[in-house]
């Protein structure tokens, strides 16, 4: 859509800017060319405040028939590319149509805006938050201008958050009961918790804590799930005996993890699951998987 | 798996160049204050430990590689104007990592730092980490990480004094940590023996005994302690460490913990603790050592009973004897496979306890004795010669204790341990009852005493049945009887009742000791009797009198029977000097018949049992001599026993022998003393005949040989008529001395005489006096004044 951009350079530039742009916190955000960039975070009910800097080139007149910007909360299946679905469209019209001589600035504010889903960037899927201003103009391409932006949603420590607990095994072979202090954890959150070995009949080899993140998107039979594991953390070396306890200590903040998503728009949900795997010395793996929540805390640093 | 060593060195090797490249990036990292770039090399370093393939000689190598790379570590993690992150972060940084290995390898690293910083009270940290550390669960990797965490703390314990030092109960912290760490390493030491294949059992312990020194490592810092007292010490560091060895079940590792205690701890913590330390041993495994344990234990207390005799109330106080016994008596009885030597060598060590703790309670060491015999009891023969010396240790103990064997012989055990000895070892340890009685100088002086001393050394006093009588070297018995008769002599008690009572007592069993020993203790005997008899004299008149029983007569006869028991052997020849001697004590005694009879005896041998010329010769000497001395006969008595003499004088086979006699029986018509019998006629008469014997006996010679006989008889004969003539016998005239002297001299001139240069001699310096005695003038030089020469 912008094939002129080759052969005619832009009449203008347009730079968008948050008014608190300077002290608003900035995350690294991912780009489509892998390229990771700084860009402001905002969180629900905030107001985005900010202006639109258009500067036209070499002082050319630029006619168009109006200036406005959009803020746009989008959804992008991989597998259905080029398909955006905006759950979010908010306009401001910055400008009626006329011309442009000089560099001109356009102050935008759109009050406690409702972002109820956070950015994610996913193996199939892609929520993202855009301002986007479009000089509009007749005959020619309109110029367009993008400016992302990330939002978190922080929530607070949960009023319930019971221990997981749970006794399994394999009849007479082996017999464990693992201990997760919590079921819901916060993205710095530490896991701690205990195995306590009541029957092994097996050489084990060692014992790992994986955390894996499963991410369907779709909805019936189009459901597409994949499974991703972040963190393989070995737990115990060497073979356990009867009566043995293994304590657990994860440290989640090296893992880039999100919350847990349920179904976001209908159209994906992201799960978090603790999978405890023994191996035994012919590499058979034994495990057991439990889903976990993740919440983002108010960091208050 | 056929040359596993070689592949074993090769993983070594291995190992430690993956460590080695790993430490070189890691060193960059550090110098270049790259925290991040530091953790990760670090990381992967320690992987190199993960490795199952090295024993635990290699896998120590590997480990020592790594410790000193930590070393450099933990200096840069120490500087955090470096790396610039809080050693809070730190502490949670270094658990990112993914390995579990490294991650607590790492952690123990920056946890003693942690506790440095004092940013959180090191009981915390200590905790965590040895806590955390359960994650490793293979045993050699675990031991050697938490030999890690040991050696990292061990400065670092919140002791009682210590800059780590918290608020309250904080040595129990300490405690705590430490027992806990050692708990966990004894698990997995002792798991090493339940993994890994089967059927190299025997490769398993020795890889284990390598590493045991890791595990009791933990128990010497906790004798380190400072602020292990002895009451934190009974009511928690003791129940819990024995609480874990009973519980492993493992004999390896028992044995060495038990070991490890009794040396580490101090001994007066072992002596207040005995009942619970003591009450651990039965409950052990079958299989493991628990006498060596129980004696080592014995022997340090012994030791320390005997560094100072201050701390000597202190066992009385606990009663560390009693509970001591029950112990050993309850593990013998618990072990009931227990060899025999086992038994005895735990006996030995509480006799040496009991001895330097409780020397003057000799039923313990009675009660000791008898509790062997009660095991030995049960064994049909002890032939294990381990045993055997175990038992002469214990029965040299309290001789060499009390250097006293009568304290010994009030022990009612010690005969009937010694009643299990073989006969070669009972011997010698008869010998060293014997010689340790020589040595300390000892008088045993009750019958009692004797008694129990004789059974004891019944072994040398007679043959035991069985004994192979063949083996016995005779250097060794000679020696063995020696013993013996030495003995004898130290029998003594000045109270002449009791005196007896010991003679009899020894003639009792002597007399059964056969005709090889007989003649070697008899003598002694009668020595002891004779001796009896001179006390008897000493105190004679306030005594006698009263006690009937005690006549010199009824020692004669004593004495009588005692000797006659030679005949059996026979030793007519000690017999008749026996019969002698007994002769002279009653001429000392004064009893005429006893004396006489004493000499029949003698004379009797002589006829019929005496038979040798030889002997005859010494023995006709020895009667001459020992009647020349007797004052107690009346005329005819003493005539009968001096014609007896002569008559046997006579009657030798060889002339010079018959001559020499017959001028000695001459001394017994003169006694030398004021109403010594002096009868010069019978005197001349004797030399009269040795003289002729003595010419018949040169011409014997002449006939024979075609030579003269020795002169020399005639030139004794000569000294004897000078010795008669001084003493004033008045029928020695000068003129026969005169008439024997050319006698001489007709004699050695003549031809057939040899030229004898000894009798030449003999002649010379008997001329020699006789001119000396003439010129010396006074009444003896008139007297010879007449001789001419």
């Known amino acids: ?301 | 798996m056929l040359n596993g060593t070689e592949d074993e060195e090769k993983w070594l090797a291995e190992g430690i160049a993956g460590i080695q490249h790993n430490a070189f990036y890691m060193h960059r990292a550090l110098d270049s204050n790259n925290l991040r770039e530091a953790l990760k090399y670090s990381a992967q370093m320690l992987s190199e430990l993960r490795t199952s393939k090295l024993s635990p000689h290699k896998y120590y190598e590997l480990y020592m590689r790594a410790f000193d790379e930590l070393k450099r570590l933990e200096l840069f993690f120490k500087d955090d104007s470096k790396h610039g992150v809080s050693v809070v972060d730190l502490y949670e940084l270094v658990q990112h990592a993914g390995n579990i290995l490294p991650r607590l390898y790492l952690l123990c690293t920056v946890g003693s730092i942690y506790i440095k910083s004092k940013e959180a009270p090191a009981k915390e940290v200590l905790k965590d980490l040895v806590e955390m550390c359960r994650g490793v669960q293979h045993p050699i990797r675990g031991l050697f990480l938490r030999s890690y965490l040991a050696q990292i703390s061990r400065d670092k314990l919140p002791d009682i004094g210590s800059e780590y030092e918290g608020d309250a109960d904080t040595v129990m912290d300490a405690v705590d940590f430490v027992l806990q760490n050692f708990t966990e390493m004894n698990k997995l030491w002792v798991r090493m023996q339940h993994q890994g294949p089967g059927g190299v059992r025997e490769k398993r312990e020795k890889e284990r005994s390598e590493l045991q020194d890791l595990v009791g490592k933990n128990l010497h810092v906790l004798s380190q302690i400072e602020g292990v007292d002895l009451e934190m010490y009974k009511e928690t560091v003791l129940p819990r460490v024995l609480e874990q060895v009973v519980n492993c079940k493992d004999d390896l590792a028992q044995y060495y913990l038990m070991d490890c205690i009794i040396q580490v701890f101090p001994d007066e913590y072992h002596l207040q603790t005995l009942e619970t330390l003591l009450g651990a041993c039965p409950q052990l495994q079958p299989t493991v050592d628990v006498k060596t344990v129980l004696s080592r234990l014995m022997d340090r207390l012994s030791n320390y009973a005997a560094s100072s005799t201050d701390v000597l109330p202190e066992f009385l106080q606990v009663e560390a004897f009693s509970k001591l016994s029950n112990a050993i008596g309850k593990v013998i009885e618990a072990q009931l496979d227990m060899p025999a030597v086992g038994a005895i060598t735990l006996y030995v060590s509480l006799l040496t306890f009991t001895l330097r703790v409780h020397p003057d309670r000799l039923d313990h060491v009675d009660q000791v004795l008898g509790a062997c015999v009660k095991k030995l009891s049960n064994i049909p023969k002890l032939e294990d010669s381990r045993a055997m010396k175990q038992v002469v240790a214990l029965l040299s103990a309290p001789l060499e204790k009390y250097n006293d064997i009568v304290t010994a012989l009030t022990l009612s055990n010690y005969p009937r341990v010694m009643d299990h000895l073989d006969i070669g070892t009972n011997k010698l340890m008869a010998m060293v009852i014997i010689q340790s009685i020589m040595k300390n100088n000892s008088c045993i002086s009750t019958a009692d005493k004797v008694e129990v001393l004789f059974e004891l050394i019944k072994g040398l006093i007679k043959d035991i049945d069985g004994a192979d009588v063949d083996e016995l070297d005779e250097e060794d018995f000679k020696e063995e009887q020696n013993s013996v008769a030495r003995l004898i002599h130290m029998l003594y008690n000045d109270e002449p009742e009791e005196m007896l009572k010991i003679i009899c007592i020894v003639r009792k069993h002597t007399m059964v000791g056969g005709p090889k020993r007989l003649p070697f203790t008899v003598s002694s005997l009668v020595f002891s009797a004779l001796r009896l008899l001179r006390q008897l004299q000493g105190q004679e008149g306030d005594i006698v009198g009263e006690e009937a029983s005690m006549t010199p007569n009824k020692i004669f006869q004593l004495l009588t029977q005692i000797i006659e028991s030679l005949s059996a052997v026979p030793s007519p020849e000690l017999a008749l000097r026996l019969y002698l001697q007994c002769a002279e004590a009653a001429n000392g005694c004064d009893i005429e018949h006893v004396a006489y009879e004493f000499f029949t005896q003698a004379f009797l041998l002589y006829e019929e049992e005496i038979a040798d010329s030889k002997a005859q010769v010494t023995a006709i000497h020895l009667i001459i001599g020992t009647l020349q001395r007797m004052n107690v006969f009346g005329v005819e008595n003493r005539d009968t026993l001096t014609h007896k003499a002569t008559g046997y004088s006579a009657r030798l086979l060889k002339k010079a022998d018959q001559c020499r006699a017959v001028y000695a029986c001459s001394h017994l018509f003169w006694v030398d003393d004021q109403d010594g019998i002096k009868d010069g006629e019978r005197v001349l008469l004797c030399l009269k005949r040795a003289l002729r014997i003595a010419n018949a006996a040169q011409q014997m010679a002449n006939v024979a040989r075609g030579s003269g006989g020795p002169v020399s008889l005639f030139v004794e004969i000569l000294n004897k008529y000078i010795y008669f003539f001084e003493k004033g016998n008045k029928q020695i005239t000068s003129s026969a001395i005169q008439g024997l002297i050319e006698l001489i001299n007709t004699e050695m001139q003549s031809d057939s005489t040899n030229p004898d240069s000894v009798a030449d001699a003999f002649l010379a310096s008997t001329l020699r006096y006789i001119q000396f005695q003439k010129q010396k003038g006074g009444v003896m030089g008139e007297k010879f004044e007449s001789i001419k020469l």
Do not use: W
Not at chain 1, 143 to 169: A, C, D, L, R
């Open chain 1, 1 to 301: 859509m912008n094939y002129l951009v080759g052969a005619f350079k832009l009449p203008c530039n347009i730079f968008i800017s948050f008014a608190d742009g300077r002290i608003r916190k900035q995350v690294p955000l991912k780009k489509e060319n892998g390229k990771t960039v700084m860009v402001a975070l905002f969180q629900s009910q905030e107001s985005i405040v900010g202006e639109v800097v258009i500067e036209p080139v070499h002082r050319k007149k630029v006619e168009h028939n109006g200036v406005k910007i959009v803020l746009l909360g989008q959804i992008e299946l991989y597998f259905d590319r080029g398909n955006f679905y905006d759950f979010t469209s908010l306009v401001r019209e910055l400008d009626i149509p006329g011309e442009l001589y000089e560099r001109k600035t356009y102050p935008f504010e759109f009050s406690t805006v409702e972002m109820l889903y956070e950015s994610y960037n996913g193996v199939n899927v892609r929520l993202r938050y855009i301002l986007k201003v479009t000089i509009s103009r007749d005959y020619v391409s309109n110029i367009v201008e993008y400016q992302e932006f990330v939002v978190h949603n922080y929530t607070p420590p949960p009023s319930i958050n019971n221990s997981i607990k749970m006794e399994v095994g394999i009849e007479d072979c082996l017999h464990i009961e693992f201990e997760y202090s919590k079921s819901k954890y916060h993205l710095k959150d530490v896991i701690i918790g205990k195995i306590y070995f009541l029957l092994v009949r097996i050489k084990l080899k060692n014992m790992e804590l994986e955390i894996r993140r499963r991410e369907s998107t779709g909805s019936g039979p189009n459901t597409h799930v994949e499974t991703e594991t972040f963190a393989k953390f070995e737990l115990m070396d060497g073979a356990s005996v009867r009566g043995e306890s293994i304590p657990i200590r994860l440290f989640l903040s090296p893992y880039e993890l999100t919350p847990t998503y349920q179904n976001i728009n209908n159209k994906f949900s992201v799960k978090y699951y603790l999978n405890l795997v023994l191996v035994d010395e012919e590499d058979r793996r034994y495990f057991k998987q439990q889903e976990i929540t993740m919440y983002r805390l108010l960091e208050t640093s």
